[in-house]
């Protein structure tokens, strides 16, 4: 019986030493941050929530594609996406809703100060043109492949 202890203790002790390098380069891949391990280039992301709730007619459809064709495709001419949808948020009134257009951009990290100035152009341009208090902008960073 004591041989046979000695001998599946011996046998233990090969295999953790057999498995140790693994064990070691599974550790070391773990330790990598999190963005080393995602498929794609670092790239920012740009949400911006528009209402299209105003005195007197609301925003159509329309005239927020004429705006985007007019405003936001010649600053980001490369692509970007409209989604529509039903919004909502709590004034001191209650909840308002409302039919909301979300833009989805994608740029590269480099160049992101300039693409952030056309960013708050477009926010500003829509504030004034129809008559909007803010335009929500949401920020985050993405890995994109083509």
Known sequence: MKNLGKTAATAALVLT???????????QADDKPAHSKLAGDPWIRTELFFGTDKPGPDVSDYQFQKF????VTPRFPDGLTVLSGQGQWKETKGIVKERSKLLIIVYPVDGADESSKKIEEIRDLYEKKFQQESVLRADSEEHVSF
């Open 17 to 27: 030493a057999l498995g140790t390098p693994a064990a070691v380069a599974l550790q």
């Open 68 to 71: 985007v064709d007019s405003t």
